[in-house]
Structures are given as structure tokens and as C-alpha cells.
């Protein structure tokens, strides 16, 4: 079995323990990050984009507050590239209650989240989408955020610190010896074989997982997983993120993410952080609650839908998710159950991951007998492209890619038109990068997130895996068949109007023309995507 | 006021309209825009795959299509005649000959060519630009790409043939006209692959690998409107067959064809509109009087004797579906034989052998191809309904799309009343 010796372990290769990774790494510690698929594969990947101002939270969970409004100064100043400031607004429609505004105000007062009424006209002037009927609003700032660069430049950042970051790599065990947690065995899905790490610290940071991990310790910990659907509009409607001034509740928030915009939530407590299924009523209210805030919302074309899990810590049984506090959780298992070795991070959202990180890696200092002070606030994160040495808004905008193409005229040299992916960029991600997938050179360079869903790309880039990897073409040929798979994984909730005419396009190019589903070789893989479970129908 | 107004110019439109004016009637074609003929193969895909969970492709096919028609009595092949689907072969190959570009294979037996991934493609008719491919036969192959144009993958194709037995190698070739300029596409190729300098240059580099290979396969991109001069001329150039292999869109194959339908249709006195969207219908007495037609802000209406929709399904936008569930025939309509519900449209995987529910979705016809009522009565006399907007069948999945809308494209246009006894093909027990 190959064996790896490490100081600090870290499981989870979310925005949490890739932060946690980079800290620690950063203090110096040898530091290994262990991901069972790829980086952002659980709920940092399926989030709903939004750098919070903290404002959700001022009057329910003024802590939370807080800790945002801080989060995202510093997440401002070290990300910029990462970050889109597109401001926030909460207003108050016709259906919220016109005196909640008068205590978000003073409550923002309270936490120190910078707010400013505006009048509706010049809310419509900014906004000329928003609902007309609209009674206040409020400016606080809110920004879109690209989970999937950030974390891809936090790990990054690990590396350049010398940490080691293993994906697909799965924990499956881990070793105890007595009353300590001494390593960790994984499933390295890639090679399909059994890898141990030996660790001096073992941290959990596994969000809706930790409680099995922390099961496999043999340690008793509560985490509900709380799903939220998503869906996002092949249109940019508003260029702020809009919250309803409310109580948080469901479908109150659209984030403009890049060219699309985002509804969100809802918020139902699942069984298993990996097997839930996206339901109509909740698409269905998606659409309905946006159609409050931009009327003519739901009759536009849908582009994608996709669920995450909030993980939810609790000690005792709390019947609505949605009451369970959002600030973060730090267990240490040594004073908790006696376990040495071993510390959980779990809850908070991906705006405080920073200063999850933080306390986290104070933690291991502590344990470890050394002082050693954190400087993740003070050190901006290393760029992945070169457009984002430039401008602020980087290569994940689609404006700073035209421009890179503008100006190496490389229009012509396109594997992805939707989202301007060029040769260049899917080619070195495919070289360099640690992409073992097209989902993970998706998520690299935005390949196929466009309207088509890729409807061409994914033969390209199959041709480009296949010429660079050499691999046996049967796993070519797999790739291709997953990634379809991926991407009909999130077109399904939403296919009907103009979007089901392009996914039967979709299937007449890859069936009929090109005969996909003849293709020799396994139908999927053991990389292919954790479909959503099927809904009941009980119509 | 026209005999003969088609809608749609797919390719169940264009053959309707082909067959009306061969047949003396006059006829006008209004179109949002063209349909199938630029996304396709460029081949004639009778059925391919029967039954559907067998991942055999269909040889025998005019076994199949019996079977098929006996066994699913409301599929459209249950509805027409053999031999009106062999008739319509027929016609279509001698038109496609006559204009230089001749379609090869029948009914019997269905060829075996490779796609772009280097699969196995049962198809009926192909062009002979295509045939030299055939998989029956172990000729070693050599698959030829452009290193500018990412459209084709010469290596996933050759690898795929060889893993599957057909000896085959690749070149991606990186010719220095191709290289100077911005952007290639498939048109950009078929375009420089009529000039001799261009044929020269790419005869030129390809000869070093030639030894072995005892055919060549390029993507489908021998030429637009010359392709049979470009294909013959490669062939003698190299010394050996050549072939071309249908890839992504913009199909250059079906744009040939398109261009031969479109070309006879307007040479006999037949007007085809583009650009034109039909919106509404007027009607009287159980008859279609006339279809609006909207161009920008202009609308028109325009009258006829006779109605022929060909607008596709949901692929065509013939038909349209919204959030709540309602699908809706967009001109007439048309009552829709449908799934129940919105869960259960699609099936859990992509490529699911079946085919997703929802696309059965369609207009139910009687062997007139009229559109029928919930009691099985046509509703308009003079309304017909043709290619992919008929209810009950998977195109896709069985490869049956083109067969059919050239079949029911054929009879439609002919105008000949249908003889409305069951067949030997159609089942008398439902
Ligand atoms: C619907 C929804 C919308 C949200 N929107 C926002 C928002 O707009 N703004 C915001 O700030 N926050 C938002 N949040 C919260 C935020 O997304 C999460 O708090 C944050 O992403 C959690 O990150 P994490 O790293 O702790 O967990 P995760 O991202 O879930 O990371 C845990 C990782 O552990 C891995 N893992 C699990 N088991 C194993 C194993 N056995 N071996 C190895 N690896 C394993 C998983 O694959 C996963 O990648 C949202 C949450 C939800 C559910």
C-alpha cells in the first residue's frame, strides 16, 4: 500500500478544508489534503455564489452577522479575482411585511453591516428588471463569488506552501490507535487502490460528512444535512444580488453569477448528504418566488438546476433547519470525547471559510505545542490566469475572456463558444491541471456551463483528452459518456420550452450523428457524477 | 391561390414540396428557418436499432421495419405502406443521381459506416462520397484531420475502429492555408476542397503516410456543391478510395441535400419562403382557409387549397412545451398525444436505450396522414401532417428520422389519396 507521513491531515476539499489546508500550510506545517472526488464536489460547488454582507443574517443570527461583514472585508482585499462586487440589495415586495425594513436597519446598525436605504426610482434605475411594486430597499455589500476559482487558488496557494493536495482520494477508514486517531486510509478512485496517510493531526472538515467521518473514529456527531435547490436563468436579470427584506426564507435571494442569475433556496432536511433528489414544487416555487422579484421571471429559459447540503451541526434535535445557528462549530475530540488527534470543523458558510480556517489551524498549534500566528488575511491569493493579474473581475468573467481573445485573436480556436473557452486554456488544463474528468476541466475553465450544456464541446474536448492523455480510448470514450451524463444531471429538473429543444438537439448530435451510445467500453465510470435521486412520482 | 402549402423545410417539408410540384401541383414553402437537412449525417437512416434495447444494429431492414410496424401499430412506419417507403427511396435516389450526387444502398440491408467517434453507424442510403467506409469490410484505413479545426478527432476514430476491429490509423494534417486563417469551419474546408490548389496542397501532405492505408477517410467536408467532382478527384489523386465521415454541425452532407430538394423545387415553379414564421391558422367548415405568417413586424396570410405541416417536434419547434407541464401544437393546435405528467418525461440517464418519454409527444394521424380528433376523426380534411411532428416513435434512438420523413413527406406531397385497407405491414389487432 503506498503510505504517505504527514503532520496535519486535512479531509475535505471544500472551501473549508482547502482553507484549513492553506493556513496550516502556511504556518508551516507539512500539511496533506485528502478530496474523495474533486476539489468543491460537495457543497462548495453547489452553492448559491453569494459573498454575504451579513446582511441575511442581522436579524435572526446577528453573530453569523458579524462574522460575514468582517468575512467579507478580508475576502475583498485577498480574492479580488475571485470575487464579483456587484452590491446587494434587500427590498420589500408586496408580499413581505413593510415594517421588517425598519428593524433590518437598526439590526445592520447593531452588527456593523454597511447599509443605505435608496429610494424605489433609483432602485429601478439601477435595476429596471426588479418588480415595480417594489416598496423599499436597502444597499448593503453583497457580491457574486466563483467558488470554484477560489478554492482552486486556495489550494494552489497550499501547494505553493508545500502542501500536498490529493483528489479522489477517499477516506475510508481511519486508523486508531487507543484514544488516538493516528492516519487515515483512502480509496484512490483514479488507480482504484488503497493509499494510508499517517498523520499527527487528523482534521474533519468534511461539512454534511463529518458526522461520518467522525463515525468512523467511532465518535458520535450530529450533522443535518439541509438541502437547497437551486436554478439558474439563461439570462442575467439583475446585475445586483436581490434579497427580499424578510426573515430568511425560501427562494428569497437571485445572485447574477457570471452570465446567468441564481435563485435560491429552499431548505429541506435530507437523510444523506450524497442521495436527495431535486423536486418540481421546489423548482416550481423557485420560479414563483423569482417571478415576485422579477415578474416574467418564470416564463424565461432555465438553464440548469442543481441541490447542495448545508451542513447543520446540532446537538439536540431542532425540527426546521433553517433555526439551526449558522456560524461554524469546532469540536475538539480530546476534551469532547477523549479522542486525541482528531478536531471537526463543520457549518458556517463559504463566506467565513477563512476564518473557519483560522480557528481551526489555532487549534492544531495548540495541540501541537507551537505558536505560530495566521497571515491568510494579509496574503492575497495567487492568480490562476493570466487575465487575472489585470483586471479585478478575472478569467472566470466572461468580459475578461473576451478580451484575452480580442487581443490574441483567437476566436477561431474556440472548444467552447458559450463560455469562450479557448484551445489554449482546455488544453492546459488538461496538461497541467489535476483534471481526472471533462467535469473537472469544466470546472477549470467553465467549459460547457453555457446555454448548449455542451452540446459541442463535449466532443471536442473528448478529441483534445484523448490526443493529449493517450490513454486506451475506451477511457475517452467513458469520459465523453459521463460528462453527457453530468451536464443532463442538472438540465433535467428544468427541461421544457427552448431548453428541451436544445437538449433533443443535443441528443440528436450525439446519438444520431455521432452514435455515443454505441461507443465500446463501460457506460460509466467510477468518476462519473452521483445522479440526484429519482423524485416520487405521485402525481 | 396555391394547390400546396408547406410548412416547415426540414426534410419532410422539402420532400412534400419536391413531390407536389414532380407531381404538376403548385406549391409555396413557408419556414422559420431550415430544419434537420444542416444538423444531420446527410444520410437516409431508415432504422437502425430494433428493438431498442438491442444493441445490435439493424441488418436486414426491411425485416425490421415490418416487425417494427407489426408490433407497434401506431409508429408512423405502422401507418404507410412499405412501398411507399421503398417508392420514396427510390424517387429520392434517382433525383439525387440525376443531380450528380448519387445515394447508395435499399431496404435490404443496412450499411455499417463509421461516425466521428468512431462508432458503427447503420444507415440505408449514403452517398457515394461516404460508402468506401463501409465497416464489413478490413481494408486498413487511414482517418485523415485538421489540426485547425476541432470538429473532427482523426484519433478518436481511428483508435475506436482499431479497439473495435478495423484496422485504422490517423494524421491530423496542419496545412498552412488553413493555418492563416481565423476561423475554420466545416464550410470553410468543403469551400477551399473545390479549389485544385487547395486539393494540391492536401494531396501534397498527406502522401507520407499513405503506405499502408489501403482507403482514406476525411471528415465530411469534400466539397459543397461539388463534392462528387472533389471526392473522385481524391480518389484518383490518392491512388486509392476515399471516404468521407459525417461529424458535428453544420453538416455539410445534409446541406447537399438540402440544396439539391431546394434547388429542384424552385427549378419547377415551387417558392420556398424562409424567415417566415406561421402563427395562426383561419379556418371553415372543417377546413384550413389560410395561415398567418409573421416576418419582423409584417404580417401575412396566405391561402391554399391544401395544407402540409412539417414543422417538427419539439426538436423543429412544432411543437412547445413551459414550467407548467403544457405542451402545445404551435399553429393549429393540434390535440397531442403526450406522457401524463412532467416527472415522468425523461428517464434517469441521457442516453437511456429508450428514449425519453416526452419525445413521443406528437400529432396522431390516420394513413392519409390527416391529424385526428380524441374520437379518431380527422380535423380538417385538407390538413396533413408529416415527418418528425407524428406522435408515437423515438427518431432519434431508432435512426429512423430521415426514413420517415422522406416516406411521409413523399406520400403527402404526391397528393394521391392514400388506399385506407390494412396492410400487410400494419397490424389488424390493436
Ligand atoms: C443551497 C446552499 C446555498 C448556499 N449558498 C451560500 C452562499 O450563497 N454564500 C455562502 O457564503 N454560503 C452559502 N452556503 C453555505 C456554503 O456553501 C457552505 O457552508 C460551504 O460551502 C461549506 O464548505 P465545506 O468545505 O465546509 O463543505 P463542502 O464543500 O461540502 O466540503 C466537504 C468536502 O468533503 C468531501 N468528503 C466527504 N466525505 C469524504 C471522504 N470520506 N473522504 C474525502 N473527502 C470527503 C466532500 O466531497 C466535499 O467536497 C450555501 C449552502 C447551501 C446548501
Known sequence: MRTYQTEVLVIGGGATGTGVAYDLAQRGFKTILVEKRDLTHGTTGRYHGLLHSGGRYVVKDPKAATECIEENRILRRIMPHCLEDTGGFFVTTPWDDPDFGDRFMEACQATGVPCEEISVAQMLREEPLLNPKISRCFRVPDAAADSFLATQCVAEAARQYGAEVLIYHEVIRVIREGDRVIGVVCHDLVKDEEVSILADMVVNASGAWAGKIAHMVGLEVSVMPGKGVMVAANHRVVNTVVNRCKMPSDGDIIVPVHTVAVIGTTDQRVADPEHFAIERWEIDLMLEEGDKLVPGFRQMRMLRAWAGVRPLYQETKVADTRDVTRAYTLLDHETRDGVMGFITITGGKWTTFRQMAQVTADRVCEKLGVERPCRTHEEPLPALFESDRHTANGYHYLGARLTDIESHKSYGDLVCECELATRAVVEQAIRDGNAHTLDDIRRDVRLGMGPCQGGFCTYRVTGLLHLWRQTPVTESNVALRDFLQERWKGLKPVLWGAQLKQERLDEFIYLSVLNADHLPGEKASRLGPVMYEEEVNNE | ?430
Open chain 2, 1 to 430: 391561390m396555391n394547390d400546396v402549402l408547406v410548412i416547415g423545410a426540414g426534410l419532410s417539408g422539402l420532400v412534400a414540396a419536391w413531390q407536389a410540384v414532380e407531381n404538376g401541383r403548385s406549391v409555396r414553402v413557408v419556414a422559420k428557418g431550415w430544419g434537420i437537412t444542416h444538423w444531420h449525417a446527410g444520410c437516409i437512416d431508415v432504422l437502425g436499432y430494433y428493438p431498442l434495447d438491442n444493441p445490435e444494429p439493424v441488418v436486414a431492414l426491411e425485416t425490421a421495419v415490418s416487425r417494427l410496424a407489426t408490433e407497434h401499430p401506431q409508429h408512423p412506419y405502422a401507418l404507410i405502406r412499405l412501398d411507399n417507403l421503398q417508392t420514396a427511396i427510390e424517387a429520392f435516389k434517382a433525383l439525387c443521381a440525376t443531380a450528380n450526387y448519387p445515394l447508395h444502398g435499399s431496404l435490404t440491408r443496412n450499411w455499417l459506416l463509421p461516425s466521428a467517434l468512431g462508432t458503427f453507424r447503420p444507415t440505408c442510403l449514403a452517398p457515394a462520397t461516404m460508402i468506401a467506409g463501409d465497416l464489413t469490410d478490413n481494408t486498413p484505413m487511414l482517418i485523415v484531420g485538421f489540426s485547425r479545426w476541432l470538429d473532427f478527432a482523426p484519433a478518436l476514430v481511428a483508435d475506436n475502429l482499431t479497439h473495435q476491429g478495423i484496422q485504422a490509423t490517423h494524421v491530423t494534417l496542419d496545412l498552412p492555408s488553413l493555418r492563416q486563417r481565423k476561423i475554420v469551419t466545416a464550410l470553410t474546408i468543403a469551400n477551399l476542397m473545390e479549389t485544385p490548389a487547395f486539393r494540391a496542397e492536401l494531396v501534397n501532405a498527406l502522401k507520407p503516410y499513405l503506405s499502408k492505408a489501403g482507403r482514406i477517410g476525411f471528415p465530411a467536408v469534400l466539397g459543397y456543391t461539388q463534392a462528387t467532382a472533389v471526392h473522385q478527384t481524391l480518389q484518383k489523386e490518392l491512388g486509392r478510395p476515399v471516404f468521407e465521415i459525417p461529424t458535428l454541425p453544420p453538416s455539410i452532407p445534409g446541406m447537399r441535400l438540402h440544396h439539391i430538394l431546394l434547388h429542384t423545387i424552385r427549378q419547377k415553379g415551387g417558392m420556398v419562403l424562409e424567415g417566415l414564421e406561421a402563427t395562426a391558422a383561419t379556418t371553415q367548415n372543417g377546413r384550413i382557409t389560410g395561415l398567418y405568417t409573421s416576418a419582423a413586424t409584417r404580417h401575412r396570410l396566405h391561402h391554399a387549397h391544401h395544407f402540409i405541416l412539417a414543422t417538427g417536434g419539439i426538436l423543429g419547434g412544432g411543437i412547445t412545451t413551459n414550467y407548467t407541464g403544457e405542451i402545445t401544437e404551435t399553429i393549429f393546435n393540434l390535440p397531442l398525444s403526450t406522457p401524463v405528467n412532467r416527472q415522468s418525461w425523461f428517464r434517469r440517464d441521457f442516453l437511456d436505450p429508450q428514449g425519453h418519454p416526452i419525445y413521443q409527444t406528437g400529432v396522431r394521424v390516420n394513413q392519409q396522414l390527416q391529424p385526428l380528433n380524441e374520437n379518431g376523426q380527422p380535423i380538417y380534411e385538407n390538413l396533413q401532417a408529416i415527418g418528425t411532428i407524428l406522435a408515437n416513435w423515438e427518431p432519434i434512438r431508432e435512426r429512423s428520422l430521415e426514413g420517415v420523413a422522406l416516406a411521409t413527406g413523399f406520400i403527402a406531397g404526391r397528393g394521391k389519396t392514400v388506399t385506407s385497407h390494412k396492410t400487410q405491414t400494419t397490424s389488424t389487432s390493436n
